[in-house]
């Protein structure tokens, strides 16, 4: 190296403290993922009584259609907050240490089941212009519908309770 060339440090971009635009940015992402979760928390409600009415109920085109129909409110924006959750999670809450190890792995096996089940559900078109008839078993619908809705209220209980609280520790210590 040239003594005439200016010597220059490689820092990697999250070793240093937050910049000033991560700190809007990231109470912004916790913002809106915290008015998700009210919505979704609505829709996961709908989507279990919904459920348990096919259940009661599995040759009732009406409780079939209900179903489906909670089910797509909630399949509308799932994917994309799912990706900004984990964007918030895995990449910058995980290079801040905003978590612990244990909630990590928790949120992992959790995330790994969910997407499971959401495979199981994948293969249904969406509710709109069609009735009951599918070669699903509306009482296997039920369940899968059941268990997601439970699912997805332990998913928003835990990211209300731990893991968005965390995360504004970290920024607020940033």
């Not at 369940?143 to 968005?164: F, G, I, K, N």
């Amino acid at each position: 190296m040239d003594a005439t060339q200016p010597i220059t440090t490689q820092m990697p971009p999250c070793s240093g403290g937050l910049s000033e635009l991560q700190v809007p940015m990231i109470d912004a992402m916790v913002s809106c993922l915290g008015s998700d979760h009210r919505r979704l928390d609505e829709q996961t409600s709908q989507l279990a009584l919904a459920a348990g009415r096919l259940a009661s109920r599995p040759g009732d085109s009406a409780a079939w259609t209900r179903s489906l129909e909670a089910w797509d409110e909630i399949r509308h924006e799932l994917w994309s907050h799912l990706q900004i959750e984990d964007a918030l999670v895995y990449s910058w809450a995980i290079a801040h240490h905003a978590l612990s190890p244990r909630l990590l792995e928790t949120l992992r096996v959790e995330r790994q089941q969910m997407r499971n089940l959401l495979a199981t559900l994948s293969e249904l078109p969406p509710a709109e212009g069609r009735g009951a008839e599918s070669n699903q078993d509306p009482v296997t619908l039920a369940y899968r519908l059941t268990a997601l809705a439970q699912h997805l209220d332990s998913h928003v209980q835990r990211y209300d309770t731990e893991v968005l609280p965390a995360i504004l520790r970290a920024v607020l210590q940033g």
